[in-house]
């Protein structure tokens, strides 16, 4: 009798028999001895019941009667893969390698055997072979129950449930490509990128064919701050198919990355060519030619997107980030309507109410507008949690554990690069003008907000006591002077992909970077560090206004916002005090009143000679990798000084957060350095370079 001619009663016996196997092996094998006493040499039986005494220890017995089964049913794939499985694990690798094959012949859709036959491919040295069957593999992976499981998990975020169910699995199959991608997926989704990029590395090097893998290796790295490495395995991808519209997409997002722009630009225009339906990419495009300073074609692309999909927020946002960009009535009613609908995702409504904020705010309507702008940061703020306790936190522990004797005990440490200018301090403070003065000395390369600062901090974090309240704190307090001189030169290394000229010096304005000075004067004592600072209100609101890509989660609230700006002041007077002269300060409102003495102050700090060419600086052409890329593309004015002040009204949760550091303003010397006792005299503003 046949499997395929089974009774019911059978069939049902048979299935008690393959769940009692999972258990108890010897409660299954009894049930099959039964069965088999009813109808002998069933195969199916005897499949089950070879797998029960191999499991019971009985392995030569098992694999005798594993074989005679494979040569009595040479049709039937189970039995083939049954058999080569305990071949292999009695070492019997040449033997076993037909048996696989024939079952990888009679049932292609088998994930299990493409595994096991790649497994014994890559034990016998032959890679190419090992690789073929592993990508077979990826094909029908997806059919496994313990796949189904986790996948679905992670479809519906459960992601310890997702973790837990991987590994389990890994247990049993560590050569999985399919899951060791799922488990990277799952691991960078909570941030792990490490973890992440471990486990694509494995998949790629089993499976160098897996494109899927290889693709999110690319993300991975590119999350990670690895925008050269993540190019190399991208041209991997277009080598083997250099036609893929994605791929060359990912292309031209690590050229932006990287300053490429005329590049990217052109894989962009090429790739919208061919699918001028892609809203997503007609987005990219506006942002990437918004950068390179085409406004006009920017809202070309942005308009393309909306017209493609009109309740795609994040492009309304898009043209009023250009922040001279004027909505006309057609496209407010457009907006209210869209916003009207209750069905309307999260995303794309805090994008509307962010866009309407600024265009009610330019049709001088405030009290709609600041209504407008309040529901987007609600919106966001539910995305992106943020503590302000743990940033004071943060904040007091440094100005305790940095005093002045920490930075006397390690000085002249670090790297001797004096490439570097920091440009620090908070979102829409006027960094980018003062960016752009720089950039356009010609000794002065500008670059965009670099992320490497914040990857080298990262770094120090992992190798911290995981036990210590501030493990980063904790492995900046332990590391020596090699240390500290690797940290620097790898920061330069790093950043050389930014450079695209023989500028002696180049700008990094990531203006969150001012958290990590101790960082920055231990690993490059001799860059530059420039603090820009505008007036609380002012500043505050501004960033309030702004819906910022990611990270700035301190933003979307008054108070937040103004209890961070607090945490900063209170930081940098600590350095002034410890670190006299060592930082310059640019007070934004003096740039704008007394231009060149405040542009001369500026240079004679790092060290360079006056150039009128920096008093021109909205006549540079170079790409601008912010939200005031076009403000910077025009001469100074005082328009944006006193905006805040028609929505005086509705801020004095900030006024209140703000606290003495409103009142004190612009003077940094009526802050106390906290933890020093030390009162920072006016007349040390940074003039000079430490």
């Not at 932006?256 to 005329?262: E, I, S």
């Not at 010096?505 to 820009?532: G, S, T």
Request: glycine share 6%.
């Amino acid at each position: 009798m046949s499997a395929e001619t089974a009774t019911a009663p059978l069939q049902q016996a048979l299935a008690h028999a393959e769940r009692l196997l999972q258990r108890d092996p010897g409660l299954a094998a009894e049930q099959l001895s039964e069965i088999l006493r009813a109808v002998p040499n069933h195969p199916p039986a005897l499949l089950l019941l070879g797998e029960a005494k191999w499991r019971l220890g009985q392995r030569e017995e098992a694999r005798q009667e594993m074989l005679s089964l494979a040569r009595a049913q040479p049709n039937w794939a189970l039995a083939q893969h049954s058999a080569a499985r305990m071949l292999i694990a009695s070492g019997a690798f040449a033997e076993a390698l037909p048996l696989l094959r024939r079952a990888a012949e009679l049932r292609g859709d088998l994930p299990g055997v493409w595994r096991d036959l790649a497994d014994l491919h890559d034990r016998l040295g032959q890679r190419e072979a090992a690789a073929q069957c592993y990508l077979r593999h990826t094909r029908h992976a997806a059919q496994e129950p313990a796949l189904l499981a986790a996948g679905s998990a992670l479809a519906e975020n459960r992601i310890p449930d997702a973790e837990a169910r991987l590994r389990r699995h890994l247990q049993q199959a560590p050569t999985d490509v399919a899951a060791l991608r799922m488990l990277a997926e799952v691991a960078a989704r909570i941030g792990r990128y490490e973890d992440a990029e471990t486990l694509l590395l494995r998949c790629v090097d089993l499976a160098p064919g897996f494109l899927e893998a290889r693709q999110n290796l690319v993300q991975v790295l590119h999350r990670s701050n690895e925008p050269e490495r993540a190019l190399i395995e991208v041209e991997t991808l277009l080598a083997i198919d250099p036609a893929h519209p994605g791929f060359r997409n990912l292309k031209a997002v690590l050229l932006c990355r990287t300053g490429d722009y005329a590049s990217a630009l052109d894989l962009y225009a090429g790739i919208l060519a061919e699918l001028p339906g892609e809203s997503r990419i007609w987005l990219s495009y506006g942002h990437a030619l918004k950068t390179a300073g085409d406004t006009a074609r920017a809202i070309d692309a942005y308009r393309r997107c909306i017209a493609i999909e009109p309740r795609f927020g994040e492009a309304w946002w898009s043209l009023a980030n250009l922040k001279t960009y004027r909505f006309t009535e057609d496209d407010l009613a457009t907006m209210r309507r869209e916003l009207d609908d209750p069905a309307l995702d999260a995303e794309h409504r805090l994008h509307f109410d962010f866009a309407l904020g600024k265009a009610l705010e330019d049709a001088a309507d405030y009290p709609t507008s600041f209504a407008h702008y309040a529901a987007g940061n609600a919106l966001r703020k539910q995305r992106v949690p943020y503590r302000a306790d743990d940033t004071q936190q943060r904040v007091e522990r440094a100005r305790v554990l940095f005093d002045r004797a920490f930075f006397e005990a390690r000085q002249g440490w670090g790297d001797a690069s004096a490439d570097p200018i920091f440009v620090v301090g908070l979102p829409r403070a006027g960094s980018t003008l003062v960016e752009q003065i720089l950039a356009s000395h010609p000794a002065v390369e500008g670059t965009m907000e670099l992320p490497e600062i914040i990857s080298l901090a990262r770094g120090l974090r992992a190798e911290g006591d995981a036990d210590a309240d501030l493990p980063y704190y904790d492995a900046l307090t332990r590391i020596d002077a090699q240390a500290c001189a690797e940290l620097g030169a790898r920061y330069v290394a790093r950043t050389r992909i930014q450079r695209k000229t023989d500028a002696p010096h180049f700008v990094d304005k990531m203006p969150n970077n001012f958290a990590h000075l101790a960082l920055i004067h231990l690993a490059l004592p001799h860059a530059r560090v420039i603090d820009v600072r505008r007036h609380p209100m002012a500043c505050c609101f501004s960033g309030f206004k702004q819906h910022f890509a990611r990270g700035q989660n301190f933003s979307y609230d008054l108070d937040d916002i103004g209890r961070y700006y607090r945490d900063y002041v209170e930081l940098m007077a600590h350095y002034d005090a410890v670190l006299p002269g060592r930082v310059h300060r640019v007070i934004y409102e003096e740039l704008i009143d007394d231009t060149e003495a405040e542009v001369r102050r500026l240079l004679a700090y790092c060290g360079l000679p006056f150039d009128p060419a920096c008093l021109k600086f909205y006549e540079n052409a170079r790409p601008v990798r912010t939200a005031s890329s076009e403000q910077v593309r025009q001469p100074i004015h005082r328009g944006g000084l006193d905006q805040w002040q028609h929505y005086a009204a509705w801020l004095d949760p900030l006024r209140t957060a703000l606290g003495p550091v409103l009142d004190s303003y612009p003077q940094p010397h009526e802050i106390v350095a906290g933890g020093t006792g030390v009162t920072v005299p006016s007349n040390e503003r940074g003039h000079h370079h430490a």
